[in-house]
């Protein structure tokens, strides 16, 4: 271990490759403290210019870009009341009030020292629970790996929003359905082509992927062009910047609290940032002795607590991407594809055969956190005036990037015909209000759960009983169901507790 | 929203119905031990059972009074600006294999960051320029000069 360990040090600690971490981090917090631009799409920007990269440089840069984008949406949420990224929504309840009482730079250096620690000790726990996770991983058979695409299904659909859950389930059957499109390997027929000879290699995943998040989210955000979004105005001052970090260290529990809320929300697949910050600020506001305070931009805690569970989720994120090959969340699944385009594939197998690479990642976390806290200290004010680009010049060149992406991967223009297609069926999904990440997780999954499942019964000579009685996959698979079947049940309870207090209090009131 | 949903998952059972229709032409093979058409088929069911219990809930369910009526969706979803985007964009795709990326892509930023200004001062034409400008260099030394890639 401790080879692999130094390999990817030393694999790391090269010029070019800390050059690139370091560009990506300056990229990536540009871009995630924009309104509107996520670390997903900073990410999907990026993946198919790695092509030709060597890995080994390849993911360093883009985990360089992961944490930046992650961390720069706190400065649009402190300075403009508008998260940068979903991650930093929670941000936003107290940053802003903070920073419009004259303390923008103590709330800036709280949150960034915050989200930090966060990081760096989700790092720690990505370092030591996936190694020992892929140990596990290494005695599933296609039963536990079947049961485990159910599980990240059920998973999303019951984190959905109230009232979407099924169209979740729905979603995640169009990535599967799309995920079916082309010629099957096992029988040598074509599946859902139509005829079209075009479709009988399938839809390649990045495209899709880019298309299916930048399109939408580059259509919507022509909404903010012409809106004045009043930047608060910031007398940066490095010291106090600087001194904020006794602040953030005298509150270790909050710290510790929203950090292990960060990785276990993290570690869920398909939930990621934009909820672990928003869990860990209502409870620091639960376990606070001045609750009524929350809100008011007073308490450090509440700063404190949201940016480090959404950069904490990070690490958590990449450990059952790495481990099991399930994204943690949407910028995970495009690391995923990242990973995929230079022919790795995430898994336990991964650790086995390719621990090298895995400790290029490892490292590459921390040295980017490194440097995201080190450019943080000179950066505030170029991401004040990131922000306040206007939309209009920004739109058409990533739209243009994302073009040249897709065509750089194969050289094909059928691939940036799939962009648009895969676009527009985003669009259509978020006018309809239906969570596009299933669509995606179907379409990476969907070859994954059908290859598992004919293992699975061509071991089990057509039987699907191994699947409830092999003790880890049933188990699985009871989670699986009390994760769709719980929320219904307590939510069924809530709403029976609420009607019997009304009807009381309605016949108290007739009496 | 109630219409938005009952229409998307009238939509939805539609496509998995004719992905049924092809999905039945699949043939067996005898020496294979696992059917060829097993998963497509739990895809495609488990799919249209979905759309059909979407489908009741959204008629049992009572209308949420803050969600977004049919007509205030749709009207948002073709705002002025989103629209001129997309069509732009997709004139710009077909483009390329017409007039060439790198003109094709100067026209399409130059007049896309007009289009979407909300005033045309002479200022933002010099902006327009220097940007598109700017972005081709970068494709070109980025793409072509280092990472050796192919341009559409």
Redesign the interface.
């Known amino acids: 271990m401790y080879d692999l360990m130094l390999a990817g040090v030393a694999a790391v600690f090269q010029p070019w490759t800390l050059l690139a971490i370091m560009l990506g981090v300056a990229g990536g917090l540009v871009i995630g403290s924009i309104p509107g631009l996520t670390s997903t799409m900073a990410i999907a920007l990026l993946v198919p210019?790695t092509?030709?990269?060597k890995l080994e440089l390849a993911i360093p840069l883009l985990m360089g870009v992961y944490c930046g984008a992650i961390s720069g949406g706190l400065v649009g949420a402190i300075l403009l009341n508008i998260p940068g990224t979903p991650a930093s929504a929670g941000t936003c309840l107290d940053g802003f009030p903070m920073a419009a009482k004259g303390q923008a730079t103590r709330a800036l250096g709280l949150a960034v020292y915050a989200s930090m620690i966060g990081g760096t000790l989700s790092g720690l726990a990505l370092v030591l629970i996936a190694p020992l996770l892929a140990k596990v991983a290494l005695s599933f058979g296609p039963w536990e790996y079947f049961a485990l695409v159910i599980f990240t299904f059920s998973c999303i659909s019951s984190m959905s929003a109230k009232?979407r859950a099924?169209?979740a389930?729905?979603a995640a059957?169009?990535g599967?359905?799309l995920s079916?499109v082309g010629l099957?390997e096992?029988?040598g027929?074509t599946?859902?082509t139509?005829g079209f000879t075009s479709l009988e290699s399938g839809f390649y995943e990045l495209p899709a992927l880019i298309g299916l998040y930048a399109i939408p989210q580059?259509?919507?955000d022509?909404?903010g062009?012409?809106r004045r979004e009043k930047v608060l105005q910031v007398n940066y001052r490095l010291r106090l910047f600087v001194s904020t970090f006794g602040e953030v260290i005298g509150r270790k529990w909050d710290l510790l609290r929203s950090t292990f809320i960060g990785i276990v929300i993290g570690i869920l697949p398909g939930v990621g940032p934009g909820l672990s910050n928003i869990v860990a600020y209502s409870q620091a506001k639960n376990s606070s002795r001045t609750p009524e305070k929350f809100g008011q931009g007073e308490l450090a805690e509440s700063v404190i607590s949201p940016e480090a569970a959404n950069n904490a989720s990070m690490g958590g994120a990449l450990i059952p991407m790495l481990t099991l090959g399930i994204p943690g969340d949407a910028s995970t699944l495009m690391m995923l594809g990242a990973f995929m385009l230079h022919g790795i594939d995430p898994g336990p197998l991964l650790f086995r055969d390719h621990g090298d690479i895995v400790w290029i990642v490892f490292i590459a976390f921390f040295v980017a956190f490194a440097f995201c806290t080190l450019l943080y200290h000179f950066f505030i004010p170029i991401t004040i005036k990131a922000i306040a680009v206007?939309?209009?010049?920004v739109?058409?060149?990533l739209?243009?990037?994302c073009?040249?992406g897709c065509?750089?991967l194969n050289?094909r223009?059928f691939d940036?015909?799939c962009f648009?297609g895969f676009g527009l069926l985003g669009?259509v999904l978020h006018?309809?209000?239906?969570p596009v990440l299933p669509v995606i997780l179907g379409l990476i999954l969907?070859p994954m759960?059908?290859e598992q499942?004919?293992l699975a019964?061509?071991f089990g000579?057509?039987s699907f009983l191994p699947f409830l009685t092999r003790p880890i996959s049933g188990f699985i698979l009871l989670v699986a169901l009390l994760s769709l079947v719980l929320p219904a049940v307590f939510g069924w309870r809530k709403r029976l507790t609420a009607q019997r207090i009304h009807t009381k209090e309605s016949q108290n009131g007739t009496v | 929203?109630r219409v938005?949903?009952l229409?998307?998952?009238l939509l939805?059972i539609l496509?998995?119905v004719v992905?049924a229709t092809?999905?039945t032409q699949?043939?067996e093979?005898a020496s294979?031990?696992?059917s060829?058409r097993?998963?497509?088929e739990?895809?495609?069911g488990?799919?249209i059972l979905?759309?059909v219990?979407?489908m009741i809930?959204t008629l049992v369910?009572r209308p949420?009074k803050d969600a977004p009526g049919f007509r205030e969706?749709?009207k948002?979803?073709f705002?002025r600006?989103?629209m001129?985007?997309?069509g732009l964009?997709?004139v710009?795709?077909i483009a390329?294999?017409h007039v060439g990326f790198l003109v094709a892509?100067a026209v399409?930023?130059f007049v896309?960051?007009l289009v979407?200004?909300?005033r045309i001062k002479p200022a933002s034409l010099v902006?327009?320029l220097a940007?598109t400008a700017g972005?081709l260099g970068l494709?070109y030394v980025?793409?072509v000069v280092y990472?050796?890639?192919?341009?559409?």
């Open positions: 210019l092509y030709s990269m009232g099924v169209k389930f729905m059957f169009i599967l359905g079916l099957d096992a029988s027929q599946r859902l139509f580059l259509l919507t022509t909404d062009i012409g206007p939309r209009q010049f739109i058409p060149v739209l243009i990037l073009t040249v065509y750089s050289n223009m940036v015909y648009l669009y006018i309809v209000k239906v969907g759960a059908e499942l004919s019964l061509a000579q057509g | 929203m938005n949903d229409l998307f998952s939805f496509l998995f992905a092809q999905i699949l043939s093979i294979a031990t696992v060829a097993l998963f497509p739990m895809v495609i488990g799919g979905m759309g219990i979407e809930r369910s949420r969706s749709w948002e979803a705002l600006r989103r001129y985007l997309l964009f997709t710009y795709l390329i294999t892509t399409f930023c896309t960051i979407l200004a909300p902006i327009a940007v972005l494709i980025l793409l990472l050796k890639a192919f341009l559409p």
